[in-house]
């Protein structure tokens, strides 16, 4: 098998702060040059690395809505004005919100304007240009501090994270819900989100019918749902990913659940915690040829099974 994990560490830099976490073992090697994986199904070359990529892409969703979490706050903090700062390891970024209803404070109905000037974002993990901005459905600020939010998220014409191996441009929009222990992305009809991923060639990646939720209990267990479709011009295929809930303490790799792609011409793959096993059916036989012992899950060790929501 090959295996895109040294292709992924830049975009993991780009849209998530990936870790080394508990020291759980990696289930892929490495390789010098990049595999041709572009085969339109999934096969033993790609079946981890279509798993890799889908839990990348879900824990970035989360990582992004984090940081819009972390402006809205600092926007309540500086007492529902305006706010203009400089980010810590360059640029800037500012908050201000449409107050429809001029309550001077953040109710349903008004809208979060975020606005980067390459800034780097600490919860992003990289340089961030442009504008994105959440409508607010349902909130419950205390304080300073958010304990509840629901609203639709969309990026403007021109929102990027900047890496050293160039340009991401994302697009589309998507519902989050937060609260301190729980924290969801989903969509809602015909909502997409694309990522064009230089790392990959520019290949873009398009986001469907998903839905990723990361739920804590006491802060040291944690429960992560997905549910996601991807239409990817990387793997020149369309798939759908699901699986039962994956379970552990936090900053650990999952000791339970499962992730299954579905391929359109039926060819799968099948990622199992408890088993540390990776399975491919690669001709959509129901049958699966392909077996080996490799965590795909250890790979992922950040946000999306660490602490979670802050």
């Known amino acids: 098998m090959h295996s895109l994990r040294y292709l992924l560490i830049p975009f993991c830099m780009m849209m998530v702060a990936c870790s080394g976490g508990s020291g759980a ?65 360059g640029g800037s970024f500012t908050v201000d919100v449409d107050d429809p209803d001029n309550s001077d404070s953040l109710t349903a109905g008004d809208t979060v304007l975020i606005n980067y000037a390459q800034c780097f974002d600490d919860a992003i993990n990289e340089d961030v240009l442009g504008s994105v901005s959440i409508e607010i459905k349902e909130v419950a600020p205390v304080g300073p501090s958010l304990q509840a939010l629901t609203g639709r998220v969309t ?31 989903e969509t809602e009809g015909e909502e997409t989100i694309t990522i064009a991923l230089a790392v990959l060639g520019g290949a873009e990646e398009t986001y469907r019918n998903f839905e990723v939720q990361q739920s804590l209990f006491f802060s040291t267990e944690y429960e992560v749902e997905l549910e996601i479709g991807v239409d990817s011009e990387f793997f020149n295929t369309r798939y759908d990913c699901s699986g039962d809930a994956l379970t552990g303490e936090v900053n650990t790799a999952p000791t339970a659940g499962s992730l299954t792609c579905t391929a359109e011409d039926g060819s799968s793959t099948r990622a199992t915690a408890a088993t540390s096993l990776l399975e491919i059916d690669s001709d959509g036989d129901l049958n699966y040829e392909f077996s080996t012992e490799t965590n795909v899950f250890a790979l992922i060790e950040g946000y999306l099974f660490g602490n979670g929501p802050q």
């Open 25 to 89: 073992g990696s289930g892929s090697n490495s390789g010098s040059s990049a595999p041709s994986i572009n085969t339109g199904a999934i096969t033993e070359a790609n079946g981890d690395d279509v798993i890799e990529l889908t839990l990348l892409t879900s824990e970035s969703l989360l990582k992004v809505s984090q940081a819009i979490v972390n402006a809205t706050n600092a926007y309540l903090a500086n007492g529902s004005a305006m706010l203009s700062e400089n980010c810590a390891n």
């Open 155 to 185: 990026f403007a014409d021109g929102f990027l994270i900047s890496t050293s191996d160039g340009e991401a441009p994302v697009s589309g929009s998507y519902l989050l819900q937060y609260s301190p222990t729980q924290i969801v992305a």
